[in-house]
């Protein structure tokens, strides 16, 4: 069953600062099968709640939980929050019910 971390950031306090960052540094250490980033539209009803977004797939739940148990997981982490000047990334995991990895997240 395949695994996509949802990884959601709010709006910078500097948006040139931010893709600067985001693009140059964070984005090379996003791992997975496939990665997807992509830029939020605002609507007539006002601002979208988080400024970018990213896809990070993964094949399955062992793959996960391999991955986020490494030292890169941790420094790619470590990065999303630094980049995130808007406050902290919202992580989301998304998969089937049963897929979820044992003792990798809450």
């Known amino acids: 069953m395949a695994i996509r ?7 910078p306090t500097d948006k040139d600062q931010f893709e600067a960052r ?11 099968e496939r990665v997807t980033t992509y830029r ?7 601002q979208a709640p988080y ?3 990213a896809d990070i797939y993964f094949r399955d739940a062992q793959h996960f939980g391999e991955f986020m148990q490494s030292e890169k997981a941790r420094i790619a982490v470590e990065s999303a929050h630094s ?9 989301i995991l998304c998969g089937e019910p049963d897929a979820r990895p044992e003792g990798v997240l809450p």
């Open 40 to 46: 939020t539209i605002d609507t007539p009803e006002g």
């Open 51 to 53: 400024y970018r977004g």
């Open 83 to 91: 980049v995130s000047t808007g406050g902290k990334p919202l992580f």
């Open 22 to 32: 985001y693009l140059s540094k964070h984005v090379p250490l996003m791992r997975g």
């Open 5 to 11: 971390l949802l990884v959601l950031y709010p709006h």
